[in-house]
């Protein structure tokens, strides 16, 4: 097992040096100068000099990328230019709503897809099974950002329940601040949950052929026990991966959403960057996402070696 941890692990760190390197020369070869761009058109090239300096926008790339990577690994990661402001803190501040809302999202996802897959699984080519893969199908059609604004309008609109937006604050307490993101994470879970209900359903009814599972029928155990506890357990491998898949999908992927509920979280802080050319909060912000995304399948492929131990002799 140490030696399977250790391989996942070098493989992790090389990534995560590969992404740093894509991240920041993508950033150094776009058009424009970030200078120029917060002191305005009619800025004196004097001034738009002057702040270049000040913003360390005239050192070489080299210098500049080891400055950026030596500053994470310390925990220093500058000053926005717009917000001027640390960065540490403007992601902390848009982490504590989008890493929850991402939580309740993937939450409502796995129980959706799982109670739908299995059921779906048990009644193959019935009719349960043919509505809820015909509702899939319309879940994976319809875009998320779509189905925020009917969810805004029937339950927001009309029904009142909800805020049509906005993000009071964990200040003013847990359950108003949840109450607040279920509306997105709703909309969020639905494509998801369509996509991973399908794919439980495939691997169910790959692992409902095997011979235990008639095995464990003629014993007695009931077809619901069966499912349950042997069944969905061997059929996990490509469900893990898919929920891992979307997990990543759920914390990289909020920014629409984030908008339309105006939430204002990581998302919203890299689109907003982006428009004032913060190419300090950019960077910063997607190599946070990066990270998130190569620790997600890092932990998947731990699970891995956790559900099928034939997974950790193969890799060894």
Known sequence: MSMFLLKRLLTLLATLAGASVVIFLVLEILPGNAAQMLMGPDAAPEAVQALAVKLGLDLPPMQRYWQWVSGMLAGELGTSY????????????????????????????????????????????????????????????????????????????HLQWFSAGGFPGWDEGVAEALKALLLPALSLAVVQAAILARITRSAVLEVLREDFVRTARAKGLSQRATLWRHVLRNAMIPVVTVMGLQFANLLAGTIVVENVFYLPGL???????ISNRDLIVVRNCVMLLATMVIIVNFVVDVLYAVIDPRVKASDI
Do not use: C, K
């Not at 996802?109 to 043919?130: E, I, K, W």
């Open 82 to 157: 717009a917000y001027s402001s640390p960065v540490l803190e403007l992601v902390l501040e848009r982490l504590a709503l989008t890493v929850p809302l991402a939580v309740m999202a993937m939450a409502l996802t796995t129980v959706l897809a799982l109670v739908v897959g299995v059921y779906a699984a048990s009644r193959h080519n019935r009719l349960g099974d043919v509505g809820l893969m015909g509702l899939t199908q319309i879940g994976i059609a319809v875009p998320n950002f779509w189905f925020a604004i009917l969810l805004i309008l029937l339950f927001s609109v």
């Open 267 to 273: 998302g919203r802080l890299i689109f907003q960057s």
